[in-house]
């Protein structure tokens, strides 16, 4: 392809030029159109946006810039620091990812974030999603990407009628979006693609009167863009059971840090017990977790859903009836701030806060 843009490609780009969110890791509205946003804003931002909607990342981003105003920053800070920030955003994973990634970055890169695809997949938590945003949107390179929103609209523009998450069709899906690609502004029809599938192109009741490439559309001419792509297959998630003892001393409560690994790892948490056979009051819970307690209460019931699974926390409150062992964390509902929770976690806490404990 020359440097000629196809009507598709000039389409979309117009629309994008005037239609386009101001978000804060874009560049400002009014810069040249040669200009691209900081490589560490692309990389924090395209992580937070993971399984994740843009308002719920905005505020989360600016709190992230402010505090690691550059990778160095970020780089340098305490892990728990960091988790503690994102607290809230879930999928921890992609925190713990991306302190090691800028740390990578600093020891292997000098510091600035690489700008070719290959070396970026070899960052901790870079796939090949987000290693083409980054070498596209900040280094404005041919390098194509495919999300959720691109999916969608490539397969309505081609009218791709099979499962999207099928491998044959991933595989054409990520060819289409190279071949579509123009050789300038590479990283701006990136994202014109991801912004028309979050805002013009959506899931359901697709804008298709006010889109710039409905003449392009082969689901929108054959009326199809309802049916396009096809649904995902609905299964039953499985339920988890968690029983949670709130152990207090005093106004204190006792908290432990979860393992390195697995989910919510190295969160911190009341003292939860993982059990497939239910215990049946806090005194059980009690007994199973090895503790001698008073004053025993129900506490609540939280649930939590993720996209594969289910949780379900039964909490209890009760009194230690003996003083604290040494080595265990014990603190106030106040200092519970300065720990990185999960949020069934700060569920418990706040139901510990609003109830007469
Ligand atoms: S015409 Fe409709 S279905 Fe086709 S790309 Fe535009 S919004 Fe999507």
């Given amino acids: 392809m ?3 843009l196809t009507t598709f490609q000039r389409a979309l780009l117009r629309w994008y030029d005037r239609h386009r969110r101001d978000l804060p890791w874009r560049v400002a509205p009014g810069s040249p159109r040669s200009a691209t946003p900081d ?9 937070m946006l993971q399984q994740t909607q843009v308002a719920t990342v905005v505020p989360y981003f600016l709190r992230f810039i402010e505090r690691y105003p550059t990778l160095a920053d970020l780089a340098a800070a305490e ?13 921890y994973s992609r925190a713990r990812n991306l302190h090691a990634c800028a740390r990578q970055v600093m020891a292997d890169h000098t510091g600035q974030v690489p700008e070719h695809v290959e070396k970026l997949l070899s960052l901790p938590g870079v796939g090949r999603y987000t290693a083409g945003a980054i070498a596209s949107i900040a280094f404005n390179a ?23 998450r099928d491998r044959p069709t991933q595989l054409r899906l990520w060819q289409r979006a190279e071949e579509i690609l123009p050789t300038r502004r590479a990283g ?20 298709c009167l006010v889109c710039p490439v409905r003449t392009h559309c082969q689901a929108f001419a054959a009326g199809l863009q309802d049916r396009i792509p096809l649904p995902k297959k609905t299964k039953p998630t499985p339920l988890h059971r968690r029983y949670v003892l709130c152990l207090r001393h ?50 609540g019931r939280i649930r939590h859903a993720l996209t594969h699974r289910r949780y379900e926390f039964d909490a209890y409150t009760a009194n230690l009836a003996a003083p604290p062992a040494a080595g265990q964390v014990w603190v106030t509902l106040a200092e519970l701030d ?19 404990v």
């Avoid at 691109?150 to 999207?164: N, Q």
């Avoid at 990136?190 to 979050?198: D, Q, R």
């Fill in 188 to 207: 701006d029809f990136n994202s014109a693609l991801m912004e028309l599938g979050a805002t013009v192109c959506v899931p359901r009741n697709p804008q």
């Fill in 142 to 164: 041919r390098t194509p990407i495919l999300d959720g929103n691109v999916t969608r609209v490539l397969c309505r523009i081609d009218r791709i009628e099979s499962d999207p």
């Fill in 39 to 47: 490589p560490y804003h692309v990389l924090l931002s395209e992580t």
């Fill in 79 to 91: 892990l728990q620091d960091v988790l503690r920030l994102w607290q809230g955003l879930g999928y």
């Fill in 338 to 356: 300065a720990y990185p929770l999960s949020k069934p976690q700060l569920s418990i806490a706040a139901l510990l806060a609003s109830g007469p």
């Fill in 250 to 299: 005093g106004r204190q409560f006792l908290i432990e840090q979860r393992p390195a690994k697995g989910r919510w790892a190295g969160l911190w948490q009341f003292k939860t017990l993982e059990s497939p056979v239910r215990p049946f009051s806090a005194s059980q819970l009690a007994q199973r977790l090895g503790f001698a307690i008073s004053k025993p209460q129900q506490l």
């Fill in 2 to 4: 020359d440097g000629k």
